[in-house]
C-alpha cells in the first residue's frame, strides 16, 4: 500500500479533459471520505495549448523536477490542433511522461458494464486487461531510407526488443494475472515475425515458471483480433508488445462501450517516477467548451488509480458507483454519447452522489 495521503499532480490539459477533470477529482475525493484514503491534489496549468501560446513551450523547464515528487498524475487530455500542432502538444506532454518518467506499462480495462451499449452480439461478461509494452519493440525509430525517389527505393524500419524491457512487462502481467482470476494470454506472430516474435514466446514461457499458478496461452494476433469480437469473456489479462498492443488497446474497450467511459493508465510499476492515469479519448475539440463529455472515462481512470496503489475496496466501490448509476439509465442523468438527455454535471455529479451514499 501506497503512502497516505497519496500526492496526485491534477493536469486538465485541453478541451473536454480540463471539462471532465473536476468531476474526477471529486468522486476520488468523494471515495476516500467514505474509504479513508487522504489524497493530497496539486494542479498545473502546463501540458496545454493555452499554456503553450502563453510561454511558447507545453511545459515549464522544470517540470520534471516539479511532477516527479508525486505518486501519480492525474491526466486530462492534450491537443487543440487548430491552433498547435498534435506532434507538437504531444511530443511535448504526455509522450514525455511516458518517456522520462518510464511508463512502460499501458494498462487498459475491458469491461462491459451493466448499461453500456456494445457492438457485440453476443457480449457475455466481458472483464478483462490489456497489458501494452509501451517503450520499445515495433516502434523504434530505428530505420531508414535508400534510394528515394527511385524504382529502388527501400525502407527499413527494425523492431527491438530487449530481454529487460521484455521481461519488466511480462513481470507487471503476470503478477496481474496472479492477483485476478491466473490466467494469461500472450500476443504473438510467430509464425511470421520469425525472429523476435518466436524470442517474445519464449521470454513468456521464461518468465511463466516464476508463476507455475498462472495458466497461459497464446494467439496469433491476426485471430487474437477475432476472439476479442466473438468471444471476449474467454480472456482476463492479455500481454502484447507496443505495436500489438496499441491495436488490441482500442479493440478491447471498443467493445466495451463508447470511447467517453474508457480509462487507460500509463505505469511505472517500480514506483521510481509517477505514473499517469487518464481517459482514452482525446481533448475532442468538436464538442469542447459545450459541458457535454462523458466523465466516465475520467472517473473510471481515478478508479485505476486506486487500484493501483492497492485501494482496493475503494476501487471497487467507485466501479461500482459507475456501473449502479450506468444501469440504470436514466435519460436526464447520461450524457449525448450514452444516448442521454444529461451532460458532463448531471452524470458526473450523480456518481459522486452514489459514493457518497455508500456505506
Ligand atoms: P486523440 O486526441 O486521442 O488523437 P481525437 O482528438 O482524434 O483523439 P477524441 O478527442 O478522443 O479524438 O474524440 C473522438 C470523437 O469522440 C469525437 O467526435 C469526440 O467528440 C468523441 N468523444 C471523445 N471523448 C468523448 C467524451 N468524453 N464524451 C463524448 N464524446 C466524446
Ligand atoms: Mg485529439
Same mark, same amino acid.
Given at each position: 500500500?501506497?503512502?497516505?495521503?497519496?500526492?496526485?499532480?491534477?493536469?486538465?490539459?485541453?478541451?473536454?479533459?480540463?471539462?471532465?477533470?473536476?468531476?474526477?477529482?471529486?468522486?476520488?475525493?468523494?471515495?476516500?471520505?467514505?474509504?479513508?484514503?487522504?489524497?493530497?491534489?496539486?494542479?498545473?496549468?502546463?501540458?496545454?495549448?493555452?499554456?503553450?501560446?502563453?510561454?511558447?513551450?507545453?511545459?515549464?523547464?522544470?517540470?520534471?523536477?516539479?511532477?516527479?515528487?508525486?505518486?501519480?498524475?492525474?491526466?486530462?487530455?492534450?491537443?487543440?490542433?487548430?491552433?498547435?500542432?498534435?506532434?507538437?502538444?504531444?511530443?511535448?506532454?504526455?509522450?514525455?511522461?511516458?518517456?522520462?518518467?518510464?511508463?512502460?506499462?499501458?494498462?487498459?480495462?475491458?469491461?462491459?458494464?451493466?448499461?453500456?451499449?456494445?457492438?457485440?452480439?453476443?457480449?457475455?461478461?466481458?472483464? #478483462?486487461?490489456?497489458?501494452? =509494452?509501451?517503450?520499445? *519493440?515495433?516502434?523504434?525509430? /530505428?530505420? $531508414? %531510407?535508400?534510394?528515394?525517389?527511385?524504382?529502388?527505393?527501400?525502407?527499413?524500419?527494425?523492431?527491438?526488443?530487449?530481454?529487460?524491457?521484455?521481461?519488466?512487462?511480462?513481470?507487471?502481467?503476470?503478477?496481474?494475472?496472479?492477483?485476478?482470476?491466473?490466467?494469461?494470454?500472450?500476443?504473438?506472430?510467430?509464425?511470421?515475425?520469425?525472429?523476435?516474435?518466436?524470442?517474445?514466446?519464449?521470454?513468456?514461457?521464461?518468465?511463466?515458471?516464476?508463476?507455475?499458478?498462472?495458466?497461459?496461452?497464446?494467439?496469433?494476433?491476426?485471430?487474437?483480433?477475432?476472439?476479442?469480437?466473438?468471444?471476449?469473456?474467454?480472456?482476463?489479462?492479455?500481454?502484447?508488445?507496443?505495436?500489438?498492443?496499441?491495436?488490441?488497446?482500442?479493440?478491447?474497450?471498443?467493445?466495451?462501450?463508447?470511447?467517453?467511459?474508457?480509462?487507460?493508465?500509463?505505469?511505472?510499476?517500480?514506483?521510481? #517516477?509517477?505514473?499517469?492515469? =487518464?481517459?482514452?479519448? *482525446?481533448?475532442?475539440?468538436? /464538442?469542447? $467548451? %459545450?459541458?457535454?463529455?462523458?466523465?466516465?472515462?475520467?472517473?473510471?481512470?481515478?478508479?485505476?488509480?486506486?487500484?493501483?496503489?492497492?485501494?482496493?475496496?475503494?476501487?471497487?466501490?467507485?466501479?461500482?458507483?459507475?456501473?449502479?448509476?450506468?444501469?440504470?439509465?436514466?435519460?436526464?442523468?447520461?450524457?449525448?454519447?450514452?444516448?442521454?438527455?444529461?451532460?458532463?454535471?448531471?452524470?458526473?455529479?450523480?456518481?459522486?452522489?452514489?459514493?457518497?451514499?455508500?456505506?
Amino acid at each position: 500500500m501506497a503512502a497516505n495521503p497519496l500526492k496526485i499532480a491534477v493536469i486538465p490539459g485541453d478541451g473536454i479533459g480540463a471539462e471532465v477533470m473536476p468531476y474526477g477529482v471529486r468522486c476520488l475525493q468523494a471515495v476516500g471520505r467514505i474509504f479513508d484514503v487522504q489524497f493530497e491534489f496539486e494542479e498545473f496549468d502546463f501540458a496545454s495549448v493555452d499554456y503553450y501560446e502563453k510561454h511558447g513551450d507545453m511545459m515549464p523547464k522544470d517540470w520534471k523536477e516539479k511532477l516527479s515528487k508525486f505518486d501519480a498524475l492525474y491526466f486530462g487530455a492534450v491537443g487543440m490542433p487548430d491552433r498547435v500542432p498534435d506532434d507538437v502538444s504531444l511530443w511535448g506532454s504526455l509522450l514525455k511522461f511516458r518517456r522520462e518518467f518510464d511508463q512502460f506499462v499501458n494498462l487498459r480495462p475491458c469491461r462491459l458494464l451493466k448499461g453500456v451499449t456494445t457492438p457485440l452480439a453476443n457480449p457475455g461478461d466481458i472483464d #478483462f486487461y490489456v497489458v501494452r =509494452e509501451n517503450t520499445e *519493440g515495433e516502434y523504434s525509430s /530505428i530505420g $531508414g %531510407k535508400i534510394f528515394e525517389g527511385t524504382d529502388r527505393e527501400t525502407v527499413i524500419q527494425e523492431t527491438v526488443m530487449t530481454r529487460t524491457g521484455v521481461d519488466r512487462v511480462l513481470q507487471y502481467a503476470f503478477e496481474l494475472a496472479q492477483r485476478r482470476n491466473k490466467k494469461l494470454t500472450s500476443a504473438t506472430k510467430s509464425n511470421g515475425i520469425s525472429i523476435t516474435m518466436p524470442w517474445w514466446d519464449s521470454r513468456v514461457l521464461e518468465m511463466s515458471k516464476k508463476f507455475p499458478d498462472v495458466a497461459v496461452d497464446k494467439y496469433h494476433i491476426d485471430i487474437l483480433t477475432a476472439h476479442f469480437v466473438q468471444r471476449p469473456h474467454i480472456f482476463d489479462v492479455v500481454v502484447a508488445t507496443n505495436l500489438f498492443g496499441d491495436i488490441l488497446s482500442d479493440l478491447g474497450p471498443a467493445c466495451t462501450g463508447t470511447i467517453g467511459i474508457a480509462p487507460s493508465a500509463n505505469i511505472n510499476p517500480s514506483g521510481t #517516477f509517477p505514473s499517469l492515469f =487518464e481517459p482514452v479519448h *482525446g481533448s475532442a475539440p468538436d /464538442i469542447a $467548451g %459545450k459541458g457535454i463529455a462523458n466523465p466516465v472515462g475520467m472517473i473510471w481512470a481515478g478508479q485505476m488509480l486506486l487500484g493501483h496503489f492497492g485501494y482496493h475496496e475503494a476501487a471497487d466501490a467507485l466501479l461500482k458507483a459507475i456501473e449502479n448509476v450506468l444501469a440504470r439509465s436514466e435519460p436526464h442523468i447520461l450524457t449525448a454519447d450514452m444516448g442521454g438527455k444529461g451532460d458532463t454535471k448531471s452524470l458526473g455529479e450523480a456518481i459522486e452522489k452514489e459514493i457518497l451514499a455508500m456505506k
